[in-house]
């Protein structure tokens, strides 16, 4: 979640932060997901990556 807030904010922190390595990681640690939290924080992170490839076409 930290990571994902320093990339929409276009943080100097973020370091090598990507969406694609974020969603790697987020996948990995889906594990049980009764809420569909970790869900639906997967679609915000692929929606945010779509909307980056956009504005850089």
Known sequence: ???????????????????????????????DDEQGYRTEFLGLVRRFQELQYRSAR
């Open 1 to 31: 979640m930290a990571e994902f807030g320093l990339l929409l904010r276009q943080s100097q922190f973020r370091g090598q932060a990507s969406p694609e390595a974020l969603l790697e990681r987020a996948q990995t640690a889906l594990g």
